[in-house]
């Protein structure tokens, strides 16, 4: 049974992250002829309206890419972050314009080109429902009901011979954490040049030591942790802070990011004062 619906969390800080990071990926990556494969293994509805009953009930997005001017942000940052900031600002600005906010499928759809493909999995009848109508339409995306940690790895290597995969689990079953640690070494072992993107939240800080401290003791090689936290860590009292684990991220990502990260977490509200940002080596290459 799957509780978890993206529609109350759509646009909060933790999606700001992985958009961000999803964009900086994705942008270097087409900078390449040759077409790819975009997997999502959790994609979602896709689409979220912010008047919808679910977003006003959390007021979570009001609270994260609502409270970002995300032009002003690049206009204030370095180069590289600049440039990042921009990239983000310009892909989410039109469906903010229609009280709107893209999902992941939506972000990846607008990112990438012509030759590429995307593959989706989404288990919850209603978000499948959802995504196959909101991407019907674009021949380069194929939707499946089906568990996305499998089929991630089945799907690999792909006939394009180049892949990023957004590993975006909701947690919801605690299983997750481990399953998350045999899914990325099971794709390092089938395309050990796959660049994964692998979520998780700082809700338990020892679930996320645990889920590090397993990936450094497997075969997995280039590896970058990176987060952003409202507040210090507060076990048993929600998600404080969430992350990405990025194998083989590009070379220009974690520059961009530490430029581009004290802007946001400073623009994210009172909880600022308390707020950090961290964008570090986890396993060297
Ligand atoms: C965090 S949300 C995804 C958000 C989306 N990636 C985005 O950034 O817009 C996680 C989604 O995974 C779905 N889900 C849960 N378990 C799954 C599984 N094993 N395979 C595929 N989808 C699953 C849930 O129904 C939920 O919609």
Redesign the pocket.
């Known amino acids: 049974m799957?509780s978890?619906?993206?529609a109350f969390h759509?646009g909060n800080f933790a999606?700001v992250l992985?958009?961000l990071v999803l964009t900086g990926t994705l942008r270097y990556a087409t900078t390449k002829a040759a077409p790819l494969l975009y997997l999502?293994?959790?994609?979602?509805?896709?689409h979220y309206r912010l008047d919808a009953s679910e977003a006003q009930r959390t007021g979570e997005a009001a609270r994260g890419i609502l409270q970002l001017d995300l032009a002003a942000l690049a206009d204030a940052c370095n180069v590289a972050g600049a440039a990042l900031l921009r990239a983000y600002h310009e892909l989410v600005a039109p469906f903010l314009a229609r009280g709107s906010y893209p999902?992941?499928?939506l972000v990846a759809a607008a990112l990438l080109r012509p030759q590429d493909h995307l593959h989706l999995?989404?288990?919850?009848p209603a978000?499948y429902a959802r995504l196959c109508e909101i991407t019907q339409r674009d021949r380069r995306i194929r939707v499946e009901q089906?568990?996305?940690?499998q089929r991630a790895v089945a799907l690999l290597p792909p006939a394009q011979k180049r892949a990023v995969v957004?590993v975006?689990?909701?947690y919801e079953v605690k299983q997750d954490y481990r399953t998350v640690v045999r899914t990325l070494t099971a794709i390092h072992q089938r395309m050990p040049a796959a660049q994964v993107l692998l979520w998780y939240p700082v809700v338990e800080r020892s679930d996320i030591a645990r889920l590090c401290a397993a990936l450094q003791h497997s075969p997995l090689r280039d590896v970058w942790q990176v987060e952003l936290g409202l507040r210090p860590d507060a076990p048993g009292h929600g998600m404080s802070a969430s992350g990405l684990l990025l194998l083989n991220p590009p070379w220009t990502l974690p520059t961009a990011l530490r430029e581009a990260l004290p802007l946001v977490q400073a623009s994210l509200g009172p909880a600022a004062a308390y707020g950090y940002w961290r964008v570090e080596r986890l396993i060297e290459e």
């Not at 999995?121 to 919850?124: P, Q």
């Open positions: 799957l978890y619906r993206h759509a999606d992985k958009h999502d293994t959790h994609a979602g509805a896709g999902g992941s499928p999995c989404e288990l919850h978000d089906a568990d996305g940690f957004l975006d689990p909701s």
